[in-house]
């Protein structure tokens, strides 16, 4: 099987505000197995400096498959990357997928959400 790239970008803002969890881009994926790429910029448009988290969802939210969080100063940026992978059954919750982000006071802008669909994926366990 070839892989196949479904996507979405957001160069606009998407505002943020009083940490609430906020769906930045959500895709429609068939069922599959997927490598998971996300990206943004998160700006602090705050006085003071405050944490921000972005993170990937399936099944409805209640599956997280990244997340990450970090630390922002006044009137600055960070770009955050995510990374993961997901199985899509037929018939399951999966098929939407969410790159979400929150912040006390900002914007997330030139956001990118990639599913790469391919044949297997493998995880090796932790041998130490």
Same mark, same amino acid.
């Given at each position: 099987?070839?892989?196949?790239?479904?996507?979405?970008?957001?160069?606009?803002?998407?505002?943020?505000?009083?940490?609430?969890? #906020?769906?930045?881009?959500?895709?429609?994926?068939?069922?599959?197995?997927?490598?998971?790429?996300?990206?943004?910029?998160?700006?602090?448009?705050?006085?003071?400096?405050?944490? #921000?988290?972005?993170?990937?969802? #399936?099944?409805?939210?209640?599956?997280?498959?990244?997340?990450?969080?970090?630390?922002?100063?006044?009137?600055?940026?960070?770009?955050?990357?995510?990374?993961?992978?997901?199985?899509?059954?037929?018939?399951?919750?999966?098929?939407?997928?969410?790159?979400?982000? #929150?912040?006390?006071?900002?914007?997330?802008?030139?956001?990118?959400?990639?599913?790469?669909?391919?044949?297997?994926?493998?995880?090796?366990?932790?041998?130490?």
């Amino acid at each position: 099987m070839a892989s196949v790239v479904y996507g979405i970008f957001r160069d606009g803002d998407y505002e943020l505000y009083d940490f609430i969890d #906020a769906k930045v881009l959500s895709l429609s994926v068939p069922p599959g197995q997927y490598i998971l790429m996300a990206k943004t910029v998160i700006w602090n448009t705050d006085d003071s400096e405050q944490d #921000a988290t972005a993170r990937m969802t #399936a099944d409805d939210d209640l599956d997280e498959r990244d997340r990450a969080v970090v630390r922002i100063s006044s009137w600055q940026r960070q770009e955050i990357s995510l990374q993961g992978y997901v199985d899509v059954s037929e018939g399951s919750d999966d098929r939407i997928l969410h790159f979400r982000a #929150a912040t006390q006071r900002g914007n997330a802008t030139y956001s990118k959400f990639y599913a790469i669909q391919v044949d297997g994926i493998k995880i090796a366990e932790d041998e130490s």
